[in-house]
């Protein structure tokens, strides 16, 4: 690549590139903005509060959810990537052109397949072999994903 090929030096490019990230982050500080905001009413700014961010961290069910959500984000990372591990190594140092063909075919087989197709397919697998709902068919399902 060389300069002339350069998409900055084209014309515009930094007011097209203004506006584009203002499309999408004004938005998320609209919001942010009037998450501070003392009135219950969105529209009419009654002043700066944390009053909704305390009600809303002093509700159980909630906390109890972000909980939850850690602790199946904490034990899906780890897994998925000792079993990315794991696959990277059967890749690198597999002998057999066959296996590793297949292999790779599996590893990206979750890039081409759509996200709820996946999900329709472990939830089939897990009513099929009747494991229960909890946290490990959860963790299992999230794992799957990363």
Request: net charge positive.
């Amino acid at each position: 690549m060389n300069a002339d090929d350069d998409v900055r030096r084209y014309p515009g490019f930094g007011l097209f590139s203004a506006i584009f990230f203002a499309y999408l982050y004004l938005p998320i500080a609209v919001v942010v903005f009037y998450s501070f905001n003392a009135n219950r009413i969105v529209s009419n700014w009654g002043g700066f509060s944390l009053h909704w961010y305390a009600t809303a961290l002093s509700n159980a069910n909630l906390m109890t959810a972000v909980k939850t959500s850690l602790l199946v984000a904490a034990v899906a990372t780890v897994a998925s990537t000792l079993v990315a591990l794991m696959a990277a190594l059967v890749l690198v140092r597999g002998r057999d052109v066959r296996f590793r063909r297949i292999s790779e075919a599996v590893v990206n087989l979750p890039l081409l397949l759509p996200e709820i197709v996946v999900a329709v397919a472990v939830l089939i697998l897990f009513s099929e072999i009747g494991l229960a709902n909890g946290m490990v068919k959860l963790m299992i399902a999230h794992t799957t994903f990363c």
